[in-house]
C-alpha cells in the first residue's frame, strides 16, 4: 500500500527559529508537490520538485527532493507569524499522463511570537 | 481570473437526500479531480477526468458518481447520502501532467449529512 507520512504533523515555533518537515514515501516516484492551506481555506501550490536532487525556494521556505531516499523536506528559515498554516505534500504516482496525487496528512505549523 | 470555482460553498442533507456538486474552470485545463479532505486524513482522491466525457476511480470512490460533459465542468453527485460523507469537498484541475504544473484547487464545498 502506498503511504505518505509527514512528519511532525503539528508543529509550534517560535519566531525566528528554523525547522524542518520531513515527507517520505513509500513508492517510486519522480516528482513531488508542496501545499499550504490556511483554515476554511483552499490549497495553494508552493513547489513542484520534479527530479531528484531538485532544490527550489521562495523567501523563508525552501523545499527539496532525494527520490532514492523517497524523501523530500520543506525547510523553514527564521519563522515568521505569517507562515502559520497546515502544510501538504504530496507524491505524483504515475508515470503517465494524468499525474494523480496521493496526500500526506499535513503538518500543522503554528508560529508564536 | 476566476480559476477554479465550486457551488455550493455549504451544504446540509439529511440521510438519503442527493445532490450534485459542481466545479467550473476557466483555464482550459483538461484534467480535473474530485478530492475530500477530512480531519486527521489529508486529501483523498474520489473520482478523476483526463477529458470530456471520460472518467475514472480514484481511492475512495464508493458512494458517488461525476461526469464531464464539458471540458470545463465536473459534476460530484451523492446519489443516497450518507454521514459518512460529511466532509470537505475540493475539485481541482491541472493540464497534462507533462506541462510541470501542479493542481489548482477550488475554495472547497462544506458538506454535512445529518
Same mark, same amino acid.
Given at each position: 500500500?502506498?503511504?505518505?507520512?509527514?512528519?511532525?504533523?503539528?508543529?509550534?515555533?517560535?519566531?525566528?527559529?528554523?525547522?524542518?518537515?520531513?515527507?517520505?514515501?513509500?513508492?517510486?516516484?519522480?516528482?513531488?508537490?508542496?501545499?499550504?492551506?490556511?483554515?476554511?481555506?483552499?490549497?495553494?501550490?508552493?513547489?513542484?520538485?520534479?527530479?531528484?536532487?531538485?532544490?527550489?525556494?521562495?523567501?523563508?521556505?525552501?523545499?527539496?527532493?532525494?527520490?532514492?531516499?523517497?524523501?523530500?523536506?520543506?525547510?523553514?528559515?527564521?519563522?515568521?507569524?505569517?507562515?502559520?498554516?497546515?502544510?501538504?505534500?504530496?507524491?505524483?504516482?504515475?508515470?503517465?499522463?494524468?499525474?494523480?496525487?496521493?496526500?500526506?496528512?499535513?503538518?500543522?505549523?503554528?508560529?508564536?511570537? | 481570473?476566476? /480559476?477554479?470555482?465550486? @457551488?455550493? +460553498?455549504?451544504? #446540509?442533507?439529511?440521510?438519503?437526500?442527493?445532490?450534485? !456538486?459542481?466545479?467550473?474552470?476557466?483555464?482550459?485545463?483538461?484534467?480535473?479531480?474530485?478530492?475530500?479532505?477530512?480531519?486527521?486524513?489529508?486529501?483523498?482522491?474520489?473520482?478523476?477526468?483526463? /477529458?470530456?466525457?471520460? @472518467?475514472? +476511480?480514484?481511492? #475512495?470512490?464508493?458512494?458517488?458518481?461525476?461526469?464531464? !460533459?464539458?471540458?470545463?465542468?465536473?459534476?460530484?453527485?451523492?446519489?443516497?447520502?450518507?454521514?459518512?460523507?460529511?466532509?470537505?469537498?475540493?475539485?481541482?484541475?491541472?493540464?497534462?501532467?507533462?506541462?510541470?504544473?501542479?493542481?489548482?484547487?477550488?475554495?472547497?464545498?462544506?458538506?454535512?449529512?445529518?
Amino acid at each position: 500500500e502506498l503511504k505518505v507520512e509527514q512528519n511532525p504533523l503539528f508543529l509550534s515555533m517560535q519566531e525566528g527559529k528554523n525547522y524542518t518537515i520531513y515527507c517520505n514515501y513509500s513508492t517510486t516516484s519522480d516528482r513531488l508537490y508542496w501545499y499550504r492551506q490556511d483554515p476554511g481555506k483552499s490549497l495553494e501550490s508552493l513547489f513542484v520538485l520534479l527530479s531528484n536532487g531538485a532544490v527550489k525556494q521562495e523567501g523563508r521556505l525552501m523545499a527539496s527532493l532525494d527520490t532514492k531516499a523517497r524523501l523530500s523536506t520543506l525547510h523553514i528559515t527564521a519563522a515568521v507569524h505569517d507562515l502559520s498554516a497546515t502544510y501538504f505534500c504530496a507524491v505524483d504516482i504515475y508515470g503517465g499522463s494524468q499525474g494523480n496525487l496521493i496526500f500526506g496528512k499535513g503538518t500543522k505549523l503554528s508560529v508564536k511570537p | 481570473n476566476a /480559476g477554479v470555482t465550486q @457551488t455550493p +460553498k455549504f451544504r #446540509v442533507l439529511k440521510t438519503g437526500q442527493s445532490m450534485t !456538486l459542481l466545479c467550473a474552470q476557466d483555464m482550459n485545463h483538461e484534467y480535473m479531480y474530485w478530492y475530500r479532505q477530512d480531519p486527521g486524513m489529508g486529501l483523498r482522491l474520489i473520482h478523476y477526468s483526463v /477529458g470530456e466525457g471520460t @472518467t475514472a +476511480k480514484g481511492e #475512495v470512490p464508493d458512494g458517488y458518481n461525476v461526469s464531464r !460533459l464539458k471540458k470545463q465542468n465536473f459534476l460530484l453527485g451523492l446519489e443516497s447520502a450518507a454521514p459518512s460523507q460529511t466532509s470537505v469537498y475540493f475539485c481541482a484541475s491541472s493540464p497534462p501532467r507533462y506541462r510541470n504544473q501542479p493542481q489548482h484547487f477550488g475554495d472547497g464545498t462544506r458538506l454535512s449529512i445529518l
